[in-house]
């Protein structure tokens, strides 16, 4: 049976250790893969608590700056501490609080029950106790999230957190247990979603035959913006306390052996799969995400989605389709399979990575035999032609959820080897921060890549530098473009941009390459020109600060662009335009300078 080439590259090997030690691992049914501690699940369907605050009243969604400060006026009211006292994050007493909606309570419930459900936790047929503890309010700086009552009652499930729709940034939560780490950021939609977040409390963790108590850990990133509002709930039991569970931890054991093994394989320059297909045992409807998953599909995937991060791979969810058409006789049939990865999306978040993504189904797929199993499971639809008895022909298509693992240093050709690829890349790089999976992973790539897209991807970088700060960005970007654009690699106002950020003697480096790589005299010298103008207008703390030594550079590249031309050739082309002319000056003269 044939399959789909690969859009990645991968070359076909029979012999594939990475993939037949991760086919192992996952598709064992003696191990024990409940493991999960955490739960998080964005709602852009939630509906409006319709919170009312003693003293304050109603608060509306998104919770608006005004009744954030109402809060605090009132909190300082009520209590002895001043504001520099309190810090950034604080809690309103739950007595004063009140949610009128008789919807949010079933939607409280509902995600109650969704995170008993996450985490295999039982309540012996009834319902659980779901109890408001604390209203909690995050200002800019705010980075821990106070002691919780999860770990403080003996009958607590877990401790929930529902954060409800507010403009902010930052405020990423990591939590991590027992070799597993996973980020929370319900900063993702924040004006539009309500985030619950989730955990148990600590466990009794069976390793290598000793017990040990150990507790989840939990951080926060500062809130660099804005403000949120969270309501703490204790998931709790009305009847028996709940008892920490032993966790056996053999099955992280044997994951961590697969990843150690592919790093390792890669640094030594064996044949690798770019990335892993693992076929899930259900199917799930889009979106898709780590909480759409139920049962040992939601274990296994969230011990991979935990544990790759800290060994430097990816894990993301998608849809497999596949399709398959042959001939049907009396021998049996003779099918030719094809597959695509439709929709791949982060894991953890349910954000879309790509559209469509090339698959490889001889090297990189979980099981081997795919073809069978997907045969096994059945099709969607089957289309029949039997005008011929000898030979009907035969056509199905297939639809599975698959979990989709890679190494961050395939990140660019998995998410954006295929056609558009380049354009996806630099708008994710336009909204990337520097500390993202998609700051500097990705700019490495783009600069890695030879293609026709390069004005599109020198720009790309370029801007990415002057929002990080960095010069040295700045330079290299231009420096890997300039042999195939000349001066084209930005335009003159982002170079003065540039030289107002980083000052003139750190970029100029940048430009003298630009310089020497463009084959046109005439732009060369209106560039000076365009540069010589710009220097002119800025004010006199400016020429101290950033525009130092302009007019001596100028000068000595007009000397070498002279002295690389026929002795007997004028400095400049009689067709050049004077300087007052031509665009490049007057790019500079529309050059906003701040003084």
């Known amino acids: ?44 369907d939630a509906p409006n608590p319709l919170l009312n605050i003693d003293h304050v009243g109603t608060v509306g969604l998104p919770v608006a700056a005004r009744d954030v400060q109402a809060l605090r006026d009132q909190e300082l009211a009520e209590s002895d501490t001043n504001s520099a006292e309190r810090g950034p994050v604080w809690q309103v007493d739950v007595k004063k609080v009140k949610a009128a909606a008789s919807k949010w309570h079933k939607f409280v419930e509902k995600a109650a029950q969704d995170v008993l459900d996450s985490l295999s936790l039982e309540t012996k047929n009834k319902k659980p106790r779901v109890e408001l503890k604390r209203l909690l309010v995050f200002e800019e700086g705010s980075d821990l999230i106070p002691n919780n009552d999860s770990e403080e009652t003996g009958r607590a499930f877990a401790t929930m957190l529902i954060f409800l729709p507010s403009q902010h940034t930052g405020g990423a939560i990591h939590l991590s247990k027992h070799g597993l780490s996973f980020k929370f950021d319900p900063s993702a939609n924040c004006l539009e979603q309500t985030s619950v977040l989730a955990w148990r409390p600590g466990t009794t963790l069976t390793q290598r035959g000793n017990s040990r108590f150990s507790c989840a850990k939990i951080k926060g990133k500062p809130l660099t913006s804005g403000h949120r509002l969270a309501l703490s709930y204790t998931i709790s039991s009305a009847t028996k306390p709940a008892r920490a569970s032993a966790a056996d931890t053999t099955a992280l054991t044997q994951l961590t052996n697969v990843l150690d093994a592919w790093n390792k394989a890669r640094a030594a320059a064996l044949d690798t799969p770019r990335k892993l297909v693992c076929l899930l045992a259900g199917s799930y409807a889009a979106p898709l995400a780590l909480s759409t998953l139920r049962g040992a599909d939601a274990h296994r995937a969230a011990a991979l989605a935990g544990l ?30 094809t597959y695509r990865l439709r929709d791949l999306v982060d894991a ?8 469509g993504v090339g698959f490889d189904v001889y090297t990189e797929s979980v099981p081997d035999e795919l073809d069978e199993e997907m045969e096994r499971r059945g099709c969607d639809s089957e289309d029949v032609d039997d005008d011929d008895e000898e030979c009907i022909m035969v056509e199905r298509s ?10 961050y240093a395939h990140h660019f050709d998995v998410v954006y080897g295929g056609k558009g690829g380049v354009k996806r890349a630099c708008n994710a790089f336009s909204r990337a921060s520097e500390s993202s999976p998609d700051g500097r992973t990705l700019v490495d790539a783009l600069l890695a890549q030879e293609d026709d897209e390069t004005k599109m991807k020198a720009r790309a970088c370029c801007d990415a530098a002057l929002r990080w700060k960095d010069a040295k960005l700045w330079c290299r970007a231009v420096e890997t473009y300039a042999k195939q654009l000349g001066l084209g690699v930005v335009p003159h106002e982002a170079t003065f941009a540039a030289a107002q950020e980083f000052g003139f003697s750190e970029i100029k480096l940048g430009l003298e390459r630009m310089l020497r790589a463009e084959g046109r005299p005439g732009a060369q010298a209106q560039f000076l020109d365009a540069v010589e103008e710009w220097s002119r207008i800025l004010s006199s703390a400016q020429k101290r600060d950033v525009g130092r030594g302009v007019q001596p550079w100028v000068k000595a590249q007009r000397r070498n662009i002279h002295d690389a031309e026929s002795p007997s050739g004028p400095t400049r082309n009689k067709g050049v335009k004077r300087a007052s002319d031509n665009p490049a000056h007057a790019s500079a003269k529309k050059m906003k300078v701040s003084r």
């Open 308 to 337: 790759a991060p800290a060994h430097g791979f990816a894990v993301g969810l998608a849809t497999l389709c596949a399709s398959a058409s042959g001939g049907r006789d009396r021998y049996g049939e003779d099918l030719d399979f």
């Open 398 to 407: 297939y639809t599975q959820t698959v979990l989709v693992v890679w190494p």
């Open 1 to 44: 049976m044939a399959a789909s080439s690969s859009n990645d590259g991968s070359e076909t090997s029979d012999d594939n250790p990475i993939r037949d030690q991760m086919e192992d691992v996952l598709l064992d049914a003696k191990l024990d893969w409940n493991c999960a501690f955490s739960f998080y699940r964005a709602h852009s």
């Open 348 to 355: 953890l978040s349910g954000a879309l990575l790509a559209p």
